[in-house]
Nanobody, 117 residues
């Protein structure tokens, strides 16, 4: 059974930084595309960034130049470095694991990020 556990969320002032972490267990980590999604109150869950096993990345236009996704396959970890945070980045951030060959998808429980002065 795949388990994803996020950490690193919290309250930060506009312009500040946070680093989210996601620990994966119970799976062959290299089989999965890893990603971060977020959901603000009253909004649909949206893609933030993804990273393949060979570390090709993709991210939403709204976070380009500010957020960076990375992964450590040996440690089964994926990270989201968030810089120059804005109030509109406030959301619950979810870690996602997606296995392309059978479209299996797994989610973490989410971690709250609040950007406010």
């Amino acid at each position: 059974q795949v388990q994803l556990v996020e950490s690193g969320g919290g309250l930060v002032q506009p312009g500040g930084s946070l680093r989210l972490s996601c620990a994966a267990s119970g799976t062959i980590f290299s089989n999965y595309v890893m990603g971060w999604y977020r959901q603000a109150p009253g909004s649909q869950r949206e893609l933030v960034a993804t990273i393949t096993n060979d570390k090709r990345t993709n991210c939403a236009d709204s976070v380009k130049g500010r957020f960076t996704i990375s992964r450590d396959n040996a440690k089964k970890m994926v990270y989201l470095q968030m810089n120059s945070l804005k109030p509109e980045d406030t959301a619950v951030y979810y870690c996602n694991a997606y296995r392309p060959y059978n479209r299996a998808t797994h989610w973490g429980q989410g971690t709250q990020v609040t950007v406010s002065s």
